[in-house]
């Protein structure tokens, strides 16, 4: 997947002095030790430092700036071991521009009923520490995540890690550049918005550029460059010509890796993670470009189509949150109305990510009946089944909103023959008439991210994070 940063996470332990040095050290060693089986076992994405046990207002205060200031730090994890009064977290924890977690756990998972005395409650007593902390995180509206049970347990790594994958998500959401080729399509109202606001808000940028722009790209890339794609494309994916001359099959397919190449230096060159192309505006090209986006998907890049600049970001935002695992751009098409079997049949013109497929991918080649140009050559697959989540953006004149539901999602059940795109089948788990209904009356729209591998819960914690409203229909 495109690189982000190799990000870092910082362990803050919450104690006081009144129970003296030797203590505190006892409380550092513990401390050592669950984060060296945190960072060994495997399940967290990123590693973990420790930075110290906080005793003072000036001391947290002043790890919380080092924390702003260092960029490989996306997020602060705190442990209350104990009792630490929370005024000293005032000034640190307002600070703090970076995602928080408070892990409220202790170093044993059981209470040794026969040797517990007054010395052993000193050093252990989260529950006491965590609810002192805890007010003082909900007085300052920090919506911090909070995670509790013991250490060790896998659903609590679990869910450390699918937090840090929203934090990582979140600081890098500040990275994300999308270059448009084209303006939004015409006359289509929901992919409109305000790219001032998005900016403010989510921390993304919004070039524009002339579809000439890329054209002129695509004049430099060299038949070596062709070549070697070509030569990828037929180890990876099963070229099906259907009733395509072979020559004329191959020429289409060149055409798209020409476009590929091209694309991809635009975008490298300009730092830009998320793209949007428009078939109303292919001046210059001779095909709507198709395949190349699938393959810039797969390697993580964010897109939508007709200029749609808000779900191409929101797309990479849920590639890094989801490891570029099974998410893509997704546009609702077409309903299924069998009783007990209402589903949804998602697709686009061309552009499916294939980071969705559950079958051998083919390359096929086939008229497209707008924009004007010639065959597109396209990555053909039948999507995925299990739990995912199904969200867009809206932009509402003075607010954006979130609007998403969780899904059931569906290999298709008979084949389309004669419909030559990537297919992926969706029911909203909230039922279909009450989850489709919702989704219409929050003015959802038809373009979407798509993902297996995001969960709801990591959604809400970045919305909650960017103070963007968030309609979670269930
Ligand atoms: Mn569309």
């Not at 947290?60 to 104990?82: F, L």
């Not at 072979?246 to 289409?252: K, T």
């Not at 505006?281 to 993580?300: C, I, S, Y």
């Not at 039948?382 to 509402?396: H, K």
Request: proline letters at 3%; hydrophobic letters at 40%; one cysteine or more.
């Amino acid at each position: 997947m495109l690189k982000t940063r190799d990000y870092e996470f910082w362990f803050l332990v919450g104690s006081q002095h009144l129970y003296g040095k030797e203590a505190l050290d006892a409380v550092k060693g513990n401390t050592v030790k669950i984060i060296d089986e945190l960072n060994q076992n495997g399940h967290l994405p990123y590693r973990i430092v420790f930075k110290s046990v906080v005793t003072t207002a000036e001391s947290i205060t002043q790890v919380m700036k080092e924390a702003n200031y260092n960029d490989d730090v996306a997020g602060v994890i705190t442990w209350m071991h104990t009792f630490s009064p929370a005024k000293n977290w005032i000034r640190g924890t307002k600070l703090l521009q970076k995602p928080l977690l408070h892990l409220a756990t202790q170093f044993l998972d059981y209470i040794p009923w026969q040797t517990i005395d007054m010395d052993y409650m000193n050093l252990h007593q989260s529950a006491h520490g965590d609810r002192e902390y805890g007010f003082i995180n909900a007085r300052l509206k920090k919506n911090n995540k909070v995670v509790v049970g013991h250490w060790k347990d896998d659903l609590v790594q679990g869910q450390i890690a699918k937090w840090m994958d929203v934090a990582v998500a979140y600081n890098e959401s500040f990275q994300i550049k999308v270059a448009r080729f084209g303006d939004n399509m015409r006359n289509v109202a929901v992919t409109e918005g305000d790219k001032i606001e998005a900016q403010i808000q989510f921390g993304w940028t919004v070039d524009y550029y002339a579809v000439g722009d890329l054209v002129a790209q695509t004049q430099d890339v060299t038949d070596q460059e062709i070549e070697a794609t070509l030569a990828e494309c037929e180890n990876e994916y099963e070229f099906v010509m259907g009733d395509n001359d072979p020559e004329y099959f191959i020429d289409h397919v060149k055409e798209q890796i020409r476009i590929e190449v091209a694309l991809r230096k635009f975008l490298q060159g300009g730092g830009y993670s998320a793209f949007t192309t428009n078939f109303e505006d292919l001046w210059g090209m001779k095909q709507l470009p198709g395949m190349a986006v699938q393959r810039l998907n797969a390697e993580g890049y964010g897109f939508a189509g007709e200029g749609d600049w808000k779900t191409a970001a929101l797309d990479r935002l849920l590639k890094i949150m989801g490891h570029n695992m099974k998410t893509g751009f997704m546009e609702d098409y077409t309903y299924h109305l069998e009783p007990k079997r209402e589903e949804i049949l998602g697709a686009h013109m061309l552009e499916v990510d294939p980071t969705l497929a559950s079958t051998k991918i083919t390359v096929q080649v086939h008229p497209l009946g707008i924009g004007g140009r010639e065959d597109p050559a396209r990555l053909v697959f039948d999507g995925l089944d299990g739990d995912a989540i199904n969200i867009t953006v809206s932009d509402f004149g003075d607010h954006f909103k979130l609007i998403m539901y969780e899904v059931e999602a569906k290999k298709p059940v008979e084949p389309a023959p004669k419909l030559p795109v990537a297919r992926q089948v969706w029911t909203p788990k909230v039922g279909f008439y009450e989850g489709v209904r919702k989704w219409i009356e929050n003015g959802g729209g038809h373009h979407t991210v798509f993902s297996c591998s995001v969960t709801a819960e990591q959604i809400d914690d970045f919305a909650k994070l960017v103070g963007v409203k968030l309609v979670n229909i269930h």
